[in-house]
């Protein structure tokens, strides 16, 4: 057998994955998910060639999570994981020992190909460059097709580029950093799935007509449906909370990808969020109203200067001399007890839109869906994901509790929005 003589490659953390091997727990890992639904079950034997031939061309994706005495980093793996079948519950909780292993998993089952990852290895822009990187050389195995090296699949030939690999929130921190959210939003509760049980529930929508409401409206697509969660949720709490006066604000977190706004090709994080919602205690709201407000608060903040003073204050902690000698341990202490206190309490929940997925025309054919699913929060049972292809927008709302409350009141709206809504579930 002829022996890898490659060299392994090994990166510091990018800023925005610090935080997430300190906050790392026994039953929670910040996860997601991106899935290929293909027209024909996938050979696992052709998916493993494919992995083992994207694989050095991603270094920055198949890496292990290691330790040094004052910082974690990313190391890439000697060899990449073996493809395991894919089972009803999706983003198992990764541990540290698995992604000390291993920090992705690539999965299949019947039809459907799926990479899951570790928050800390990329962001769901980086995550999708890979995975339909990784699906066109599945293609061209399995059919023979000649998949060009467009619409964001990149050339397994080609070496790995400095600038995929680089963290950009180094050169684009600026000199101001904006104060921390409040903390004060509505979160909420559920009785937790003993054996933490993962609900998927997926809702198939007419891309078309989406835009069309959208527009009606003037809004985008993202803001009309964080309009249609708000609304849900605003209900729920009106139901747990008769008094009006001490209800609290609902936030939605929605995930930006910097690169829009600052340039570059990293496929590492670099992903900061907005927050946008609305306050009970001022009154009933309407779809328009929720729509228009969540439209102007998102023209407020994603904008260079704005989303750069976002996460400054993150960049001036690393550079901080004391904390760079601090060990390891006491940074883990300091970084979850900061996680805790600030890092998903300023939200209600997330919704993550990776927008209309654009596939080279020698693969289109073969693939039926393109999903992405966000893992819930670690002290809130809700998240919500979605993706656009080939005419339909497919929204996952995922939770680790036993009642099924957001999903059900999302759906039904939309239904009655006028809205054919198609319903899948792995609900047992």
């Known amino acids: 057998?002829?022996?890898?003589t490659r060299r392994l490659r090994w990166m510091r953390l990018d800023n925005a994955a610090l935080i997430f091997p300190a906050a790392l727990r026994r039953h929670w890992s910040n996860a997601f998910r991106l899935?290929?639904?293909?027209r024909d079950p996938v050979d696992p034997a052709l998916l493993q060639l494919a992995v083992d031939a994207a694989a050095p061309r991603f270094p920055s994706v198949f890496v292990r999570l290691r330790r040094s005495a004052f910082w974690y980093y990313l190391e890439e793996v000697a060899r990449p994981p073996i493809v395991r079948q894919d089972s009803s519950r999706p983003l198992v909780g990764m541990t540290r020992r698995e992604v000390g292993r291993c920090a992705v998993r690539v999965l299949y089952y019947r039809n459907r190909m799926a990479v899951e990852f570790f928050h800390a290895v990329t962001d769901g822009t980086g995550a999708l460059v890979f995975a339909k990187s990784l699906a066109a050389e599945?293609?061209?195995?399995?059919?023979?097709?000649?998949?060009?090296?467009?619409?964001?699949?990149?050339?397994l030939a080609e070496e790995p580029r400095p600038e995929e690999l680089e963290d950009s929130f180094q050169r684009s921190?600026?000199?101001?950093?904006?104060?921390?959210?409040?903390?004060?939003?509505y979160r909420f509760r559920g009785t937790p799935e003993p054996d933490r049980f993962l609900h998927v529930t997926l809702g198939i929508l007419d891309s078309a007509l989406l835009r069309q409401r959208s527009r009606e409206l003037g809004v985008t697509v993202t803001a009309w449906l964080t309009a249609v969660l708000l609304q849900a949720i605003l209900e729920i709490q009106a139901q747990d909370v008769p008094r009006?006066?001490?209800r609290r604000p609902v936030k939605v977190q929605i995930p930006v990808d910097l690169r829009r706004l600052y340039g570059g090709q990293t496929l590492r994080n670099f992903v900061a969020v907005a927050n946008v919602g609305a306050d009970p205690r001022l009154g009933d709201y309407t779809l328009e109203e929720l729509a228009q407000t969540v439209h102007h608060q998102m023209q407020l903040q994603i904008t260079p200067k704005n989303m750069q003073t976002i996460f400054t204050p993150n960049v001036n902690s690393q550079r901080n001399p004391f904390l760079k000698v601090v060990p390891l341990f006491l940074k883990n202490v300091i970084m979850r007890a900061v996680f805790d206190a600030v890092g998903e309490r300023v939200s209600t929940l997330s919704l993550s839109n990776l927008g209309e997925v654009a596939l080279p025309p020698e693969m289109a054919p073969f693939v039926e869906r393109v999903e992405f699913v966000l893992g819930p929060q670690s002290t809130a049972p809700y998240n919500a994901s979605l993706t656009t292809w080939n005419g339909q927008t497919f929204l996952n709302i995922v939770r680790n509790t036993t009642e099924p409350r957001l999903e059900e009141q999302v759906f039904t709206r939309l239904v009655r929005l006028g809205f054919h809504v198609s319903v899948e579930s792995n609900s047992r």
């Open 138 to 155: 599945y293609v061209r195995r399995r059919y023979g097709a000649a998949v060009s090296c467009v619409s964001g699949v990149l050339d």
């Open 244 to 246: 009006r006066s001490r």
């Open 35 to 38: 899935s290929f639904t293909f």
């Open 173 to 185: 921190a600026g000199p101001v950093a904006a104060p921390r959210d409040d903390r004060n939003v």
């Open 1 to 4: 057998m002829e022996k890898n």
